[in-house]
Every structure is written in C-alpha cells, then in structure tokens.
C-alpha cells in the first residue's frame, strides 16, 4: 500500500524496497499518530512519501567543485525522468477509463493480472485484452506527446 507514495520519487526496484521497510519503521513509530481525521491509506501515503523523500536526502552525495560537471549531468538526469513521468502520467490520464485503470494497475502499480482480474471483477483474458489495447492507445498518446 505503501509504494504508490514511494515510486514517486525512487524509481529503482531494489531501492524502492529498502524505503518500504523504512516505511514499515516509520509507520509502527508513529502509529499513535494517527488521529483518523483521513483514511489510513491518505495517511500512509504521507509517511511513505516523507520517507522517500528523507531516504533521497540520505543517500545523496555531497558534491565538491571537481563534481559540477558531473552534478550537472545527474540533474539533466533526473530532470529528464521526472519529465519522461509526468508525461506518461499525462498519456495515462487521457486513455478511457476502462483501459486506463488497468494499464495504471500494471504499469504503475505492478499488481499481477490476477490481482487486476479480482480487483476489476474481470476475467484474466479481459485484463490481458484491456491492457494490450490500452498500452497501444498510451503508445499513440505518448507519440503525441512527444510530437512525433
């Protein structure tokens, strides 16, 4: 439940896991903070981001003058990926519902298609249908996109 609130702003598989275990911490710590003003979901959301977020400033390292160079390169980088997801966030946005939860659930949130059949109420070959569709219509989305 927490991942949405992490693979936001770490994109690595591997490193998405180590800020879910500091997310489970976090929570288990603050528990008692949970006042029920939300839902848990809105409220876990916000210590899985803050995590992220706190695990991000962390891991980055310190740059000296010798680095700008380098600096400079990672945050074309970033800059480059966090554009790249905004516009496939936007692609997604505009496919029709029905396509569009099911590529959100795959792509996004990595549920199998099992778990996106139950959750639907779909059959499997519904979900492998929607989602082939779906990812051709984010594909002529993202051509659009991209002005190509």
Known sequence: ?????????????SAQEDVAQEVLIAVARSIHRYRGDSKFTT???TV??????AELRRSRPSVSYDDE???EQDALRFSSRATDRQ???????????IFREVVYLRDIQRLSYEDIANREGIALNTVR??????????????ATFRGL
């Open 129 to 142: 249908s929607r989602l082939s569709r779906g990812r051709a219509l984010l594909a002529t989305e993202l």
């Open 43 to 45: 409220w876990l959301y």
């Open 69 to 71: 160079a380098a600096s």
């Open 87 to 97: 516009i496939i966030q936007a692609a997604i946005g505009q496919l029709p519902a």
């Open 1 to 13: 439940m927490a991942y949405p609130g992490i693979s936001r702003h770490v994109l690595a598989r």
């Open 48 to 53: 899985a981001r803050n995590t992220a977020v």
